[in-house]
């Protein structure tokens, strides 16, 4: 069975009792709930108490007046209609009532289908303000809950994108054991840079993403090449060479790796213009591939080679330093030289347990 709506209930406040046996009488009769009051006061009483949900008050009764009903009313039960009762001399204080919230006025002396009316148009008034009020709150909860979705989603997204490089410089770390460590070293080195040369959030992705997949295109160089010990002859060189090229049409058909392409392709370039494959000198070439590229030669100095023992970090800082202007962007070597060395040795130590994490991954794979 369908359940009932509760009764609505109304609260009358008069000091004349005729007055109010009359409403309640005919209220009741039209299937409301009433209880009475004869003085302002004794209706705050009731209030305390008991839900009400619309006041008829009188205007002027002793004690509290109908006004400061209103006012408490107004305050303390929102949801509760109010109607005014003013003598026919008061109708300007019935208006100024409505403009602090009451929802009606009523003359005396009123006609009883006038009164009910009123009541009843009072409580629909208040009901849709209820239930508009329910549906903000609601509409709210869904905003949130599907702001909380969609960064969900995000974030899923964002891992989908970290496991993508992950892939791809793990694809390359198997033809080429050496790049791993070398490779987290640079990237974070790189980021470190970038960071003091103020680089925006944006950008920082871009040139870890740039310089975490700077040498991607090697997997298209053949074995015999890409793990010569000797040196490379013009025509393995020119081959070598490719990986820059090569590396950027790989990298570029992904959409988010996109821009960090630019780096990939541009990262064997030199300050000077005696880089490749393009040739580009200056600021044509990227911010992040000219940050790359004094990292990539300190990181090269300071690791062991088949051929050659690493040197020590001033060594190497010293020979960066006399290379600003030609081979490096001068901008970017002053920011380097502005870095303590304990910066680069922080940078190994990270890079040294990334690499064997990843190696350890590797293996159980
Ligand atoms: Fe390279």
Do not use: N
């Amino acid at each position: 069975m369908a359940k009932t709506a509760p009764k609505p209930r109304v609260l009358i406040v008069d000091d004349e009792v005729a007055v109010l046996e009359l409403l309640r009488e005919r209220l009741r009769l039209e299937g409301f709930v009433c209880a009475a009051a004869r003085s302002g006061d004794e209706a705050v009483q009731l209030i305390d108490r008991h839900r009400f949900d619309a006041v008829i008050s009188d205007l002027r009764m002793p004690g509290l007046s109908g006004m400061a009903l209103l006012e408490r009313v107004v305050k303390q039960l929102p949801h509760c209609a109010f109607l005014m009762v003013t003598g026919e001399s008061d109708v300007r204080i019935g208006i100024q009532a409505m403009q602090e919230g009451a929802a009606d006025y009523l003359v005396k002396p009123f006609q009883l289908d006038a009164v009910v009316h009123s009541v009843r148009r009072a409580l629909e008034k208040k009901r849709l303000e209820a239930e508009l009020e329910r549906y903000r709150a609601r509409l709210e909860e869904m905003v949130e809950e599907r702001t909380r979705q969609l960064q969900q989603a995000l974030q899923e997204i964002e891992d989908t994108y970290a496991s993508t490089l992950e892939a791809l410089a793990a694809a390359l770390d198997l033809r080429d054991s050496d790049t791993a460590g070398h490779s987290i070293r640079v990237t974070e080195y790189s980021l470190e840079i970038a960071k003091a040369m103020g680089c925006s959030e944006e950008e920082l992705k871009q040139i870890g993403r740039g310089a975490a997949l700077h040498d991607i295109g090697k997997i298209g160089i053949p074995d015999g090449i890409l793990l010569k010990k000797d040196k490379l002859t013009p025509q393995e060189r020119a081959v070598m060479e490719t990986h820059a090229r090569v590396g950027y049409e790989l990298v570029s058909r992904i959409a988010f790796l996109a821009p960090a392409a630019e780096i990939v392709l541009t990262h064997q370039e030199r300050y000077d213009g005696t880089g490749y494959p393009q040739g580009l000198r200056g600021e044509e070439i990227p911010l992040g591939a000219r940050i790359f590229a004094v990292v990539d030669t300190l990181d090269a100095m300071t690791s062991d080679r088949p051929y050659r023992r690493a040197v020590p970090f001033h060594v190497a800082r010293e020979e960066i330093a006399r290379q600003a202007g030609k081979q490096f962007d001068p901008e970017v070597v002053r920011v380097f030289l502005s870095l303590p060395e304990q910066v680069w040795d922080k940078v190994r130590k990270r890079a040294a347990r990334a690499a064997d994490a990843r190696g350890r991954t590797a293996i159980v794979a």
